[in-house]
């Protein structure tokens, strides 16, 4: 009864949290991006880059911005990892193997962290700050950026301009994302998470012997891990390590930091739109969404075991931390695979098939409740500019959004954002199973093994990078073929949002009238929520019954 009492404690308590921060956060966020003028640091910035920040892109240059920082990117972090033993710092490490690093910088720069080596065997500190870190701060601000330059096609009216790329990445980094890092990484650290530069220490156990642990810069690297909804683990243990996350109450606060810049974004387009109640609709929908899958996952780690063992331990315990318990790790499990958050405090692979099934599920929806920061809003938007369509062919309304036609331009954009994540991740998981040598990579048969090719895939295209445990996926072709499913499941979503932001930008904004669907009431809060599950069902339900529906019948 008490860990059933402390469980609806900090569920209450972390509703409760996000809500207090949803209206300052949110009009913080779009003062940030809107505000006329720049700091002298951002200034700075710019001239230093040859920017002119009082000029505006169109979005084929915005693109262009977003792509060039982002190769750039890979192809710096690809060289930190191949030449960190001559780095300071390097605590030893060797060079890390080519098509390894390759998946690394991918993954890091796509906001994906997905991880095929444990961080404090494979890597120096220097790489985990100068190099992981940095792209913990500059993937999160990419996807708000790229929102940013949605909501402004919304806004504006007759202009092919939707922003300066380079400004909005400026502003969200030192306005944002730093302060809020420096402030939260002084709250771990006095949580009890390290924050040093030591290397490895030989430590007495209680038992008499010795073991080895690696000290690090971890408190820095946790903070922006899980407000940028970026995940990895600086231990290979990731969040349920000590060290990364040292008792309940540091728990909850990385699951808030995880949630709370998205959940506060749709404040942020309602400000930005003139219309608060947008917001609300939006985040209503992400709420429901999210509520629902804590409730799904809490309920099938508490009540599916085998044994009368699984019983008395209050639920599945195999792969939890005692410390952390059920209720806190299925808080954990729900909320990072409804983000773009790859940070895990239990093993999911050890989760009852429903309840695992559910993780899986949460990153099918494009990890839109509330996502990642910045593309778990562009992606429910976009979601809503295919609910209002279709609502127009049902009930024959004009099918306009925020005084926005929908013509055949916008909806062409829109089909193609849907249908690309699915594709890379069904593609790929077929390509795995069709390859003995791949198949032999998962260290589970039947349904549960494919449910392990199904999630790597999931997780890599939708840029959560969490995973099955029991897939070993350090080989040359899953580190090859994962990272290109990164690349494309990031960066191709977001050249067809950001043409889609500029196909509206270039519109006369129309009047409401009768025939115009209202967009800010609890009916389209219905739904935005039917379209959301009905397009995730028939995209994934046949993989989905092929693994954990299938083993969880069985």
């Not at 700075?44 to 977003?66: C, E, F, K, N, T």
């Not at 710096?76 to 710092?89: P, S």
């Not at 198949?439 to 048969?445: E, G, P, Q």
Request: charged fraction near 10%; charge should be neutral.
């Amino acid at each position: 009864m008490n860990g059933t009492l402390a469980g609806w404690l900090q569920i209450l308590a972390l509703v409760a949290a996000l809500a207090l921060s949803y209206r300052p956060l949110g009009d913080y966020l779009a003062h940030v991006l809107t505000a006329p003028g720049h700091l002298r640091a951002e200034r700075l910035v710019y001239r230093l880059g040859g920017v002119d920040g009082d000029a505006d892109q169109r979005w084929p240059a915005y693109l262009r911005g977003v792509l060039a920082f982002s190769a750039v990117s890979v192809l710096f972090l690809y060289a930190f990892l191949r030449l960190q033993n001559h780095l300071l710092l390097s605590l030893g490490r060797e060079p890390m193997p080519a098509a390894q690093a390759f998946n690394t910088a991918a993954s890091f720069v796509t906001n994906t962290n997905w991880q095929s080596y444990s961080g404090e065997v494979a890597l120096g500190h220097l790489v985990q700050m100068a190099g992981l870190a940095v792209q913990n701060f500059a993937s999160a601000a990419v996807g708000i950026a790229v929102v940013a330059a949605l909501i402004r096609g919304f806004t504006r009216e007759k202009t092919d301009r939707v922003g300066n790329f380079w400004v909005d990445l400026t502003r969200i980094v030192l306005r944002v994302l730093l302060p809020l890092a420096f402030v939260f990484a002084i709250v771990l650290v006095a949580g009890g998470t390290i924050q040093n530069l030591h290397g490895v220490e030989s430590i007495p156990t209680l038992a008499g012997d010795h073991q080895s642990l690696t000290g690090g810069p971890v408190a820095s690297q946790e903070v922006i891990k899980e407000l940028g909804t970026n995940g990895g683990g600086f231990y290979n243990a990731n969040s349920a390590h000590p060290f990364e996350n040292p008792n309940p109450f540091i728990n909850w606060l990385e699951i808030y930091l995880l949630l709370v810049i998205s959940f506060s974004l749709p404040r942020t387009f309602g400000r930005m739109v003139g219309d608060d109640r947008q917001g609300y609709v939006i985040v209503a929908v992400m709420a429901l969404i999210w509520a629902a899958s804590v409730a799904i996952v809490t309920v099938n780690e508490l009540h599916s075991v085998s044994s009368q063992a699984g019983h008395a331990a209050g639920g599945m315990t195999e792969g939890k931390e005692q410390r952390i318990g059920v209720w806190a790790s299925a808080l954990f499990a729900a909320s990072t695979t409804l983000t773009s958050c790859g940070a895990v405090n239990s093993f999911h692979d050890s989760y009852s098939p429903f309840g695992g099934g559910m993780t899986i599920f949460n990153m099918m929806l494009g990890e839109i409740a509330p996502g990642g920061t910045g593309s778990g809003l562009y992606g429910i938007l976009v979601l809503a500019v295919v609910a209002v369509f279709v609502a127009g062919l049902m009930v024959g309304r004009t099918p306009e959004y925020l005084g926005k036609k929908l013509g055949g331009r916008e909806m062409k954009f829109a089909s193609l954002y849907i249908l690309t994540t699915p594709a890379v991740v069904l593609v790929g998981a077929g390509v795995a199973m069709a390859l003995p040598g791949e198949r032999a990579a998962m260290l589970n048969h039947g349904p549960h093994g494919f449910s392990e090719v199904l999630y790597g895939f999931t997780s890599v295209a939708n840029n959560n990078g969490s995973a099955f445990a029991g897939l070993g996926a350090n080989t040359q072709w899953y580190n090859t073929v994962l990272g290109l499913a990164m690349l494309l499941g990031r960066f191709l979503p977001m050249v067809f949002v950001l043409a889609l932001a500029g196909s509206l930008a270039r519109q006369q904004p129309v009047p409401v009238t009768a025939g115009t669907l209202p967009t800010h009431r609890p009916q389209f809060v219905g739904l935005l929520t039917g379209v959301v599950l009905i397009v995730v069902g028939l995209t994934y339900f046949p993989a989905l019954s092929l693994g954990p529906l299938a083993e969880g019948l069985h």
